[in-house]
Nanobody, 118 residues
Framework: QVQLVESGGGLVQGGGSLRLSCAASGSIFRDDAMGWYRQAPGKQRELVATITSGNTNYADSVKGRFTISRDNARKTVFLQMNSLKPEDTAVYYC?????????????WGQGTQVTVSS
């Protein structure tokens, strides 16, 4: 079992920055995918960024503004968000996809609210 705990959300003015952290407990390894999704009110949950074995992937809407990174020794993934826009307002969820050999399993954090004022 893996547990994910996010921190770092809050209220920020447009153009500002926030850094989200997600600490994992349990068996998680460098080759397991971790990342961030977000869900705005009335919208579906969407991919923000993922990182696997050092390879990163970003949604077009955040490219050039957000940076995902990972500390494998601390089992922690970060999301540095710069140049924030009101449309970035959402609940941000940490995500992990664990390879158990015979299959994969998804884990989610409880979510952290990010609110960007105009």
């Amino acid at each position: 079992q893996v547990q994910l705990v996010e921190s770092g959300g809050g209220l920020v003015q447009g153009g500002g920055s926030l850094r989200l952290s997600c600490a994992a407990s349990g068996s998680i390894f460098r080759d397991d995918a971790m990342g961030w999704y977000r869900q705005a009110p009335g919208k579906q949950r969407e991919l923000v960024a993922t990182i696997t074995s050092g390879n990163t992937n970003y949604a077009d809407s955040v490219k050039g503004r957000f940076t995902i990174s990972r500390d494998n020794a601390r089992k922690t993934v970060f999301l540095q968000m710069n140049s924030l826009k009101p449309e970035d307002t959402a609940v941000y969820y940490c995500y992990a996809n664990i390879n158990y050999g015979l299959g994969y399993k998804d884990y989610w954090g409880q979510g952290t609210q990010v609110t960007v004022s105009s």
